[in-house]
């Protein structure tokens, strides 16, 4: 007798069901797994998950090498934040800024930093037939840039609807030109030209050291939030950051800013007049001032003698009476003794 024929038939068919359960189990995960998940250009297995960005990097490499040396990139990893975080007990909630696919109901996240996916969301199945979806608008940027975005709504672009993508880059968290005047200028084409401006442009002042002024920072923020300057108005504190010793208000720098404009608006001829009158006003004091030093020295002269003389007067008056004093009191001892 065969070894098969000794094997009873009920553990046979529970062989053979085990094994073509298994058989089928590994065909079905060997055609979905791709041979190399990370150069295969396939979508991702499953558009709900978070492929990471360098998947992104396959396609977009130029933006990926723009964005690995961004804030965006080195949010989790900075040194700032890490002890800002560990000084207030590494809260989780500051995780959902800080990495991308944070899930808050197991305080699990997907990959350190704002990756692509942080913004344009988990990579979709469909992707890149179809163009991920993302809302380019300030209110992307203040699901976590929350202080600068209130900034933002209370400052002129805000009520003219100037979205953050108009100034920024947001893969290179960079301005949109190589400095903030030229930036400022691609809009604003006419710079103001009062006395403000102008002296602070020679000077070689960017837009950005007076219209978007904070005072500075000698430590981390607190709990990450600081001023930004979003608001775009200046304040009295950017004209005392540079003019501590001669300004410390705003009204003594507008009032000083009229007085040199109306200068500037005046004619040479009829600064040329006021410089002769100021001179001859100042002749004319020069003249008064001899003449009362002269008058001055004539009175002290005439007080002098006059008060000399009563004091020479009562001294010799003093000297005097003791000399009469003295003779009769020799004579009265003269005749003491005759006696």
Known sequence: MRLIDRIPIRSRVAFGLAFLVCLLAGAAFGALQPADASESLAPHAQGDD??????????????????QSTRHANAFSSPIFQQNWHEIGDEFECLSCHTTGYDPAINTYEHEGVT??????????????????????AELCATCHKTTTDEWRA?????EGVQCQACHDPHAQQPKAEGVT??????????????????????????????????????????????????????????????????????????????????????????????????????????????????????????????????????SRGLRVVEVEEAEDQQEDGEEDQD
Not at 236 to 265: P, Y
């Open 182 to 315: 030229e930036l400022c200028s691609n809009c604003h084409k006419e710079r103001g030209e009062s006395y403000t401006h102008g002296t602070h442009a020679d000077a070689g002042l960017e837009c950005s050291n007076c219209h978007m002024f904070t005072d500075p920072r000698f430590g981390p923020p607190v709990e990450g939030l600081t001023a930004t300057g979003h608001t775009f108005s200046v304040g009295s504190q950017a004209c005392v950051g540079c003019h501590q010793d001669s300004v410390h208000t705003r009204d003594k720098i507008l009032s000083l800013s009229g007085e040199v404009t109306e200068l500037s608006n005046l004619e040479i001829e009829d600064l040329q007049q006021r410089v002769q009158e100021n001179a001859e006003v100042i002749t004319e004091l020069e003249t008064q001032s001899d003449t009362r030093l002269y008058v001055g020295l004539a009175q002290g002269g005439i007080v002098g003698l006059a008060t000399g003389a009563v004091a020479a007067w009562v001294v």
């Open 155 to 159: 400052s002129l672009h805000g009520q």
């Open 50 to 67: 978070y492929a990471g960005p360098e998947r992104c990097a396959v396609c977009h490499e130029e933006l990926f090498n723009l964005w």
């Open 116 to 137: 692509c996916e942080a913004c344009h969301g988990p990579l979709q199945s469909d992707h890149p037939i179809d163009p991920m979806p993302i809302r380019a608008d």
